[in-house]
């Protein structure tokens, strides 16, 4: 049972233009979301997060929305760059449980032509 | 940068040998995890350690052993190595009082023939 659902697996835009990924969890219990990125042969490399007391949170180019009602959220890139090729991961936890576990997605992964 | 060092990078071991990787950190953090990542399936959590000797499963624990001796040390062991747990291992730590990212490692490559 994937509590974590990325369903694009992946997804190509022109540099400059915006990418929108987009994650999909069924854990009512989770109140933390974040966004990874991960480079060929590096580690996942944290992005942003959101709160589930908020909707949405902004820092510089990235963005993340979340909707509690659909159990959704998005992470939106403006605009994009070459150097955001990667893949990306969705991830979830409950932080009111002992040991703040990550439950991740499958990962999308991003191509911006240039 | 989160002060984690995995060794060995890379490895390839033959079916039904013992393996161990090493997941060091410098900072003193109390939680360390164990991730794999596989195509298809993402980020899994293998084990996890909230402190020396306090160690639990995460969802692909079968084949896994951890301990966690010292703070700075978690290591994780395959017993028999099998072909499906050739994949990459990556550790990671959370920060004390941090809002709840963690932070990995670069990852240990492991190819079991």
């Known amino acids: 049972d994937q509590q974590v659902k990325q369903n694009s697996p992946s997804l190509s835009v022109q540099e400059g233009r915006i990418s929108i990924l987009n994650c999909d969890y069924t854990?009512?219990?989770?109140?933390?979301f974040l966004w990874y990125k991960k480079y060929p042969a590096e580690g996942p490399t944290f992005l942003i997060s959101?709160?589930?007391?908020?909707d949405k949170n902004e820092d510089g180019r990235f963005t993340v929305f979340l909707n509690k009602s659909a159990k959704h959220l998005s992470l939106h890139i403006v605009p994009s760059q070459p150097g955001d090729s990667a893949v990306y991961f969705c991830?979830?936890?409950?932080?009111?449980?002992?040991?703040?576990?990550?439950?991740f997605g499958t990962g999308t992964l991003l191509a911006v032509q240039p | 940068d989160a002060g984690i060092t995995q060794s060995p990078r890379h490895k390839v071991t033959e079916t039904g040998t013992p393996v161990t990787l090493r997941c060091h950190q410098t900072?003193?953090?109390?939680?360390m995890y164990w991730y794999r990542q596989d195509p298809g399936h993402g980020l899994r959590l293998i084990h996890y350690?909230?402190?020396?000797?306090?160690?639990d499963k995460g969802e692909v624990s079968d084949g896994y052993s951890v301990s966690r001796s010292k703070t700075e040390d978690f290591l994780l062991t395959l017993e028999s190595a099998t072909s499906s747990q050739t994949s990459v291992y990556f550790c990671?730590?959370?920060?004390?009082?941090?809002?709840?990212?963690?932070?990995f490692g670069e990852g240990s490559r492991l190819t079991v023939l």
């Open positions: 990671a730590i959370r920060w004390t009082g941090g809002s709840g990212e963690l932070f």
């Open positions: 854990n009512s219990m989770f109140d933390y």
């Open positions: 959101i709160s589930s007391i908020k």
């Open positions: 991830a979830a936890s409950d932080r009111g449980g002992a040991t703040n576990k990550l439950i």
């Open positions: 900072e003193n953090h109390r939680y």
């Open positions: 350690s909230y402190g020396v000797k306090d160690t």
